[in-house]
């Protein structure tokens, strides 16, 4: 990637044109230190420009102290940023414990000055692929850590503030829109994963982190954020269904061979062998070679990532180009934009989520952060939709029956949610031990919480 094509179309506001250009193999290489700031309207020439009308420029150039009052959940932070950067570490030089540490006071500091967010898993690592790709030096400057802070705090409340409410309802109507996205790319294939889960609670923490939980190389996801970011919030859905669909041929195979629908959850929940360029060999099978270290791959972020091989004990598929799962999502994007009547944005999602807010967003960081304490804001109807079930809609008919419907929806997800955290712990403990996981087991698990909050929900209980 020339960074050169990037800057310019920085500097010359040309959103298209870093569209174009996320599209890319590498994506946009090191120019997304310049490109990002920007995406997120983050100038940083901000604290330069301030401190040359005042004498006291390092008190402008850093971020502002943060309050003196701990944030109702610095101790599970404490907890999740402890096993903190173990799919990437090997990138750069600065000692584990450092980035650690850095990581829990970036989060500590926008937390304690954005009250009204809550902590939610995964947050950690939003922020940690913003860290690594901003501020990874071991001594970063001050211009540096300014830049990060603001770009943390602006990633927090018009990325990602619909997950940092008091409530998971955005995430059931995220759910949502994702399955009637599937339902008009390729109405049979939805039908055959609803069996499964009726919502596609699989997709989870990839709405939620913007992939940042699952894609195990910073390359790939600094990749990914470039495609993202250059869009409007809502992108991450089309991403997440063209991800799904991709896969199609995949389950329709191990369903005909297999009749395994564990196994059809655990392969929706996991990613394909990624690359980033044609030109690389295919993924080896998974083994016990430690990572490489920086002098076998380069610190270089423009350098081509090596392929991600999933550590399942299920046979891997073949490699997915991320440009070409890029484009695809495009393309569903321009055939199902969030108007289409289908997808029920409006109705679904208040004018105060992000992924229907104007991009660039239109109101101030104050307004955006008191929006996640209005529910309403958010979350307009989780009504069913009109082809659910028919047991399932006569049940949900009277309010009571509603109200029933969408708490158990919301035990489903958080049971989902809380599985996930568990495994993703006992991963972290590890330090990426992946290969002892049992992945078939644990689908199971997934797919009987899923089945039996179905079961509650045709019940009425």
């Not at 995406?39 to 301030?50: F, G, H, K, R, W």
């Not at 830049?147 to 619909?162: G, K, P, T």
């Not at 939620?208 to 390359?219: G, I, N, Q, R, Y």
């Not at 008191?370 to 809609?393: I, K, N």
Request: hydrophobic share 35%; proline share 10%; charged share 25%.
């Amino acid at each position: 990637m020339d960074t050169n094509e990037v800057e310019e179309a920085v500097s010359a506001g040309d959103i298209q044109k870093l569209r174009e250009l996320s599209l890319r193999p590498g994506g946009f290489g090191d120019a997304r230190r310049v490109a990002w700031p920007y995406l997120l309207q983050v100038d940083p020439s901000e604290p330069i420009a301030s401190s040359s009308s005042s004498s006291s420029s390092s008190s402008l150039i850093t971020p502002p102290p943060p309050l003196d009052d701990p944030h109702k959940d610095e101790c599970q932070i404490k907890l999740d940023t402890d096993r903190s950067f173990v799919l990437y570490p090997t990138l750069h030089d600065t000692p584990k414990d450092r980035l650690k540490t850095r990581l829990n006071a970036l989060i500590t500091r926008v937390l304690r000055r954005r009250r009204a967010l809550s902590y939610v898993q995964g947050y950690h690592d939003v922020l940690s692929v913003l860290q690594l790709t901003l501020c990874p030096g071991e001594e970063p400057t001050e211009e540096a850590q300014w830049v990060l802070q603001r770009c943390a705090e602006r990633i927090s409340l018009f990325r990602f503030r619909d997950a940092m409410g008091p409530g998971l309802e955005p995430l059931l109507g995220l759910l949502r829109i994702l399955r009637r996205l599937l339902r008009l790319a390729d109405p049979p294939y939805a039908r055959l994963i609803e069996k499964t889960t009726p919502l596609p609670y699989y997709a989870l923490s990839n709405l939620l982190t913007l992939f940042a939980h699952d894609v195990p190389t910073l390359p790939l996801i600094q990749h990914i954020w470039d495609f993202l970011l250059a869009w409007e919030p809502v992108m991450t859905v089309y991403l997440a269904a063209a991800l799904i669909l991709e896969r199609k041929e995949e389950v329709l195979r191990r369903v005909e061979e297999e009749g395994d629908e564990g196994a059809m959850y655990v392969l929706l929940s996991g990613l394909p062998p990624l690359i980033d360029s044609p030109t690389l060999p295919p993924p080896s099978e998974p083994s016990d070679t430690p990572p490489p270290t920086p002098s076998d791959t380069g610190s270089n972020s423009n350098s081509e990532p090596p392929p991600y091989t999933p550590s399942s004990s299920s046979s891997p598929g073949p490699p997915v180009l991320l440009p070409s799962l890029l484009r695809a999502a495009q393309d569903l994007y321009a055939r199902f934009p969030p108007e289409h009547e289908a997808l029920k944005l409006g109705q679904t999602l208040g004018e105060g989520s992000v992924h229907r807010a104007p991009w660039p967003p239109d109101i101030s960081e104050e307004e955006a952060e008191s929006l996640v304490l209005r529910p309403g804001a958010l979350v307009l109807s989780l009504d069913a939709d009109d082809d659910e079930p028919s047991d399932l809609s006569e049940l949900k008919g009277t309010a009571a029956a509603r109200a029933r419907s969408r708490n158990q929806e919301m035990r489903t997800l958080m049971a989902v949610l809380v599985v996930g955290a568990g495994v993703m712990i006992a991963i972290y403990g590890a330090e990426g031990g992946l290969r002892g996981v049992d992945w078939r087991g644990l689908a199971s698990v997934g797919v009987g919480i899923v089945r039996e909050g179905a079961g509650r929900m045709a019940r009425g209980g």
